[in-house]
C-alpha cells in the first residue's frame, strides 16, 4: 500500500483554515463543487463536469479544529483523506494523508501533485497569496 503524506503551512487562524476545509462553498473555490457538510456518517460528492469526474465521500472523523476524514472514491481510488491541524505561535499547520493507494501509479501521483495545486489555491482562499 502507498499513500500520500504531505504538510503546508498557514499564517491564517487554525479555526479559518478548518473552516476552509469544512465549508461547501470554501471548498468548491478550492477543490470542487460538492455537497460536504462535516457531519459524521454525511455521504456527498466532489464534482468537477469539466473532467466529467465524481468523488463519493463519507464523512468518517470530525474532531473541530483539529481532524477531519472522509472516504475519496473515485475511478479507480478508492483511499480515505485525514487532514489534521495544529496551530503553535500564529501559524497554522496543516498535515493531510490519503491513504489506501495499492501502489504509486498513476493514481497515486494525480493524487499526491493534485493536493499540492488544490492547496495553492486554498492559499489565495485564505488571503495568504
Not at 19 to 26: G, I, M, Q, R
Request: charged share 25%.
Amino acid at each position: 500500500m502507498a499513500e500520500v503524506s504531505l504538510d503546508f503551512q498557514f499564517k491564517s487562524s487554525i479555526n479559518k483554515v478548518w473552516d476552509s476545509l469544512t465549508d461547501s462553498d470554501s471548498l468548491a473555490k478550492w477543490i470542487m463543487e460538492n455537497d460536504f457538510k462535516p457531519v459524521v456518517g454525511h455521504k456527498c460528492q466532489f464534482r468537477n463536469p469539466q473532467w466529467n469526474l465524481i468523488v463519493e465521500c463519507e464523512v468518517l472523523v470530525v474532531d473541530e479544529p483539529n481532524k477531519l476524514s472522509y472516504t475519496w472514491v473515485g475511478g479507480p481510488i478508492d483511499t480515505i483523506v485525514t487532514w489534521t491541524l495544529k496551530e503553535e505561535d500564529g501559524t497554522t499547520y496543516l498535515h493531510l494523508e490519503q491513504t489506501g493507494f495499492e501502489k504509486e501509479d498513476q493514481a497515486y501521483n494525480g493524487a499526491k501533485y493534485g493536493w499540492g495545486g488544490m492547496v495553492d489555491e486554498l492559499k489565495k482562499v485564505l488571503g495568504e497569496m
